[in-house]
């Protein structure tokens, strides 16, 4: 007797705490021929594996619309974004080769240097305007974004670039 006036349990070595309380408690799981909470041997393990082959294939093979999805869009927009880039430096371009150049070439020179800044594949969907007045030079550039492949079919979204310079004067 403990000096609270209880008798001290003992649990036998195995056992392990509330044995024999309930079905399969202490006893061999089913079929797998181990005790439950006992660590799976390597031969189990490796069975267990062998189940599971070809899972993250299939799996894997699952996402793969997803991420090529994904991919296509990320590309896509990368594009909308490069020729952002591209119709923003064509427009500057224009211009500075507009204020440059001679007051009767300028229309010229302007429209010139907008569409040679274009790599080949943005310059056949490509506009640029020129127009003076006030003192200013500016340039406008449309440029058509193309889908996935530069060159190829284009996206019905046009981007503008726009661009203006103070006039030099002649001396």
Same mark, same amino acid.
């Given at each position: 007797m403990s000096a609270w006036g209880t008798s001290a349990l003992r649990v036998s070595a195995g056992a392990g705490a509330g044995a024999g309380a309930g079905a399969g408690a202490g006893t061999r799981a089913r079929g797998r021929g181990r005790v439950r909470g006992q660590v799976p041997s390597r031969r189990e393990a490796l069975r267990r594996d062998r189940r599971d082959d070809g899972q993250v294939t299939v799996e894997f093979l699952g996402m793969?619309? @997803?991420?090529?999805?994904?991919?296509?869009?990320?590309?896509?927009?990368?594009?909308?974004? /490069?020729? /952002? !880039?591209?119709?923003?430096?064509?427009?500057?371009?224009?211009?500075?080769?507009? !204020?440059?150049?001679?007051?009767?070439?300028?229309?010229?020179?302007?429209?010139?240097?907008?569409?040679?800044?274009?790599?080949?594949?943005?310059?056949?969907?490509?506009?640029?305007?020129?127009? @003076?007045?006030?003192? /200013?030079? !500016?340039?406008?550039?449309r440029i058509e974004v193309p889908i996935l492949f530069p060159g190829t079919v284009s996206f019905p979204y046009t981007v503008h670039g726009h661009a203006g310079a103070v006039e030099e004067e002649d001396d």
């Open positions: 793969l619309p @997803t991420i090529i999805v994904t991919l296509v869009v990320l590309w896509q927009l990368v594009l909308v974004g /490069y020729t /952002y !880039t591209l119709a923003g430096n064509a427009a500057d371009e224009a211009v500075r080769a507009a !204020t440059a150049a001679d007051r009767g070439a300028r229309q010229g020179a302007c429209q010139e240097a907008g569409r040679d800044k274009l790599p080949g594949a943005w310059e056949g969907g490509a506009g640029v305007d020129c127009g @003076t007045g006030g003192g /200013y030079v !500016t340039a406008d550039v």
